[in-house]
């Protein structure tokens, strides 16, 4: 069953994305070369104190930290670590989350260690990161999950390849459906198959963290030995971004995006939802 949200629990839900937005810039300011990932982390726990908040990873199947920090050829649920020291040139994604009042946040950036890198790097970022705004901007009245997938994938098709040959979209990790939970139904694919038919219709109250993953080469993954860890098969780097998006009456509203994605939207002709916190 797919979660639909009242108007006074997505503004719950908005709380929860704003202190998700503070992680971010938290850990953003903090990935600098000598920073260990331990240290994203500990950025992370004080903006969640600051704001009376709780972490949503921290515990959840196990996981044993505050955030997940992968960096290079790391996916996406790398453990926070002192042992992984953060180098000029990496790129690193952290995926964070907030829980307030029982209403989840969860949202992911790829973020550039120092300078000099190289410029099929960042167009992987810049790839990844359209890619989940083509996503947002089908996050609409009369659509269904499979526009969202459509839009994810169709965008990353267009692109130019790059040197290594091809955009890898990630086949194992995909979004979700978010509220009461982080991860709730329905599974979102950063692709289209067929099988899985056309999926729910999107009606206002209806959540998705839409969350592309790609890489430099191959689609597939590993998880290592700890048992969360998630590489490419091949060691390409790859790059993750996340927002949590509802759809409602007046468009999409970015819950996790500091002024509700209505800058963004705005550029591809979109006008978001008015924030419901004001």
Known sequence: MVEIKTPEQLA???????????IHKATREAAVPGATTKDLDEAARKVL?????????????GFPATICTSKNEVV????????VVLADGDIISIDAGAIVDGWHG??????????????????LSRVTEESMWAGIAAMKQGNRLVDVSKAIE????????????????IEDYGGHGIGTQMHMEPHLLNYVERRRGRGPKLVPGFCLAIEPMVSLGTPRT???EDDWTVITTDGTWSSHWEHSVAVTEAGPLVLTAPDGGKAKLAEMGITAAPDPLG
């Open 106 to 123: 969860d949202a992911a950036y790829t973020a550039f260690v120092g300078s000099g890198h190289a410029p099929e790097l960042i167009e």
């Open 49 to 61: 104190d600051e704001h009376g908040a709780k972490s949503n990873f921290l515990g959840y199947g």
């Open 12 to 22: 719950k839900m908005r709380e929860a994305g704003l202190v998700v937005a503070a």
């Open 222 to 224: 590993e998880v290592l």
């Open 154 to 169: 169709q965008y990353i098709r267009r692109q130019p390849r790059p040197s290594t040959g091809k955009y890898g979209i």
């Open 76 to 83: 996406v649920h790398g453990i926070p670590s002192d042992e």
